[in-house]
Every structure is written in C-alpha cells, then in structure tokens.
C-alpha cells in the first residue's frame, strides 16, 4: 500500500513542552493522529529520531521504496548545517517536502540558511502544525 512517511527529527518529540510559544501546546501524537484523521484514504507513517544517522537511514530505506509517495520532512537544527542529510536526500528518488513549524527566516541568523532546501521539492515554513498538512497535501498534488 502505497504511504507518505512524516519524519522529524531531533527534540520534535518535546512538541508540546517545548518553547510552547514558538512550537505551540500540541504533542507530537496530536498532530500525527490529526494528520491521520485528515487524510484517511493514504496511509500516513511516522518516525521520529533525534540521531542523524537514523534520520538518513529512514530517508534511505523510505527514500528507495517504491510503495513511498514522498517524504514530508522536518530536520529540525539538522536542516541548517547536516550535509550528511542532504545528501541523503540527494541519493534518494522520493521526493521530499522540508517543513517547519516556525517561521524559521523571522527567528535567529542560523535559521535562515537550510542546506537541505536545495533537494527538497519545496518548502513549507510558519504555520505551526499546519505546516505539516501542507507538506502532505503538496505532495499529494504532485499524483
Ligand atoms: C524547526 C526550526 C528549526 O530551526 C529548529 O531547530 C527546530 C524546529 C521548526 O519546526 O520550526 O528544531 O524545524
């Protein structure tokens, strides 16, 4: 059956205690089984890891599955600086949607700069946990 994979990664898992003004008061589980509910006809997957290297190898194993419709993607601090994970996602044929809960170009210099952004088939930044849906509906767009 084919899926979409949503992938975070480090310290996603404290949404909901983290920064609550930043990243608002939903958990990480809230915002997948809303996703879920939402898009009920595609099966949604989840992983989240804090580690690079299980980021790259979800992106691998996800990112070479022909079941896999694409990947809606956040790297959290890894977006600004992991080239290891832009490669990953150079290496893959999946497509990729970077997103971001906060508007990552209104907050601190080292945020503006994402060395993902050039693999990925667009971004979507800014809307809390909306960003999320829209990554999805993106790439559902794309089918
Ligand atoms: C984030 C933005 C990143 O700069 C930050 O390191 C995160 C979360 C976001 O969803 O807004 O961990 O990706």
Redesign the pocket.
């Known amino acids: 059956m084919r899926y979409i994979l949503i992938l975070n990664g ?3 898992n404290l949404l909901g205690r983290r920064e609550p003004e930043i990243y608002g008061a939903e958990t990480l589980d809230t915002i997948i089984a809303g996703l879920r509910e939402r898009f009920a006809s595609i099966e949604l997957r989840h992983e989240q890891h804090n580690g690079e290297g299980s980021l790259i190898d979800t992106l691998h194993t996800a990112g070479f599955d022909p079941e896999c419709l694409g990947i809606v993607f ?4 890894y ?2 600086y992991s080239y290891a994970i832009a490669d990953a996602i150079a290496a893959v044929p999946a497509p990729v949607v970077e997103v ?3 508007n ?1 170009h209104a907050r601190e210099d080292f ?1 503006h700069r994402s060395v993902i952004a050039p693999l990925c088939c667009g971004t979507v930044a800014g809307f809390g946990a909306d960003s999320y849906r829209l990554g999805v509906e993106a790439l559902l767009n794309r089918y």
């Open positions: 480090p310290n996603l956040n790297a959290g601090a977006t600004h971001h809960m906060s990552v945020r």
